[in-house]
């Protein structure tokens, strides 16, 4: 008997403890799913250069998904299990889609906020640095999110888009079906790198999870020679 795997996205967040995931797992997969690559542009000549290498490009392809996911509450309340049946019953799918908009959603950093301020302020009593120009603050970033679909593709990812539309409601007008449009783009090696910090639990799990998939990406495209040694022999006339 074959196991099916839903697809899902997992969002880390930080504590003061270890990270806690919250996992959105897809009630139903996507019918389909675009994957789309796109090469940069070669670098432009340097002041003085008059040639430049055709084939250069600036790093690694860009690479972003697309998917539709659909959510009835009417399913979740029949199955019963609790708390999720009681959930949905009050919220419809509410709570999945209020976990998906949170993906969109800034998050201060470790030293944000607040925190950051009163640090700021008292380095700058300290080295005497009275009332000059405000110290910056950690700005707010968006938290780390892994896009699982199965075994062979784990990546991190950055929510670009998420277009809902509601199509049922019950009588508190919560909805109890409604389909969501995602847009992903997967991080790039320079945005990971500047991700793991020193201790950054969160940018080293994401940077685990692109190398694991890359790694797997090449293996099988190496698999493929057997392929291409085949198709080969098949060209050339006997």
Known sequence: MSVLLKGALVEFMPTFLVPLPNVIVFQYNPESLTHTWTQ?????????QTTNNPMAVNGMPAESFSFTIAMDANDEIADGSAPTAAIAEVSGVY?????????LYPS???TGGLLGAVSAAAASTLTGGGAGPATAVPASTLPVVLFVWGPGRIVPVRVTGLTVTEKLYNGT?????????????VLTPAELAAAETD?????????????????LRQALALAN????AESIIGMIPH
């Not at 007008?173 to 847009?183: K, N, R, Y």
């Open 40 to 48: 940069p542009e070669a670098a432009p000549p340097a002041p003085g």
């Open 95 to 103: 709570s999945r889609l209020a976990a998906l908009e949170m993906l």
């Open 108 to 110: 201060a950093g470790g």
């Open 173 to 185: 007008l919560s909805p109890t079906h409604a389909e969501a449009q995602v847009s992903l783009r």
């Open 199 to 215: 201790g950054d639990v969160l940018g080293t799990l994401a940077t685990v999870a692109y190398t694991y998939t890359l790694a």
């Open 225 to 228: 020679l057997a392929n291409a």
